[in-house]
């Protein structure tokens, strides 16, 4: 059993800069390949980012790549997401969630993934 606690989540205006993180107790998060989503109101969950058990791959939605990155401490068991430039269309609930290591090719969807965090509002003004 994996418990994630994301926080740093906030206010922010467009343009500006927020950084989640997203611990872990119970396991050991390197034995875990993991990524964040995100649900804005009335939508469905929306994949993010994701990245390879020891950080060496790391794979992105194309509406946030080259603004946010995602990265990780092993040591600390801990994920972050580094979002810059942000946009009002950022605005969401995000979660952390564990995907077991294999490569999968579905990365993006919900289901490849087995325990989630409670999320964190980030909203961005305009």
């Known amino acids: 059993q994996v418990q994630l606690v994301e926080s740093g989540g906030g206010l922010v205006q467009a343009g500006g800069s927020l950084r989640l993180s997203c611990a872990a107790s119970g396991r050991a998060l390197s034995n875990y390949a993991m990524g964040w989503f995100r649900q804005a109101p009335g939508k469905g969950r929306e994949f993010v980012a994701t990245?390879?058990?020891?950080?060496?791959?790391?794979y992105y939605a194309d509406s946030v790549k080259g603004r946010f990155t995602i990265s990780r401490d092993n040591g600390k068991n801990t994920v972050y997401l580094q979002m810059n430039s942000l946009k009002p269309e950022d605005t969401a609930v995000y979660y952390c969630?564990?995907?077991?290591?294999?490569?999968?090719?579905?990365?993006?969807?919900?289901?490849?993934?087995?325990?989630w965090g409670q999320g964190t509002q980030v909203t961005v003004s305009s």
């Open positions: 990245i390879s058990r020891l950080g060496s791959t790391t």
């Open positions: 969630a564990t995907r077991p290591p294999k490569y999968s090719e579905n990365y993006y969807l919900p289901r490849e993934y087995d325990y």
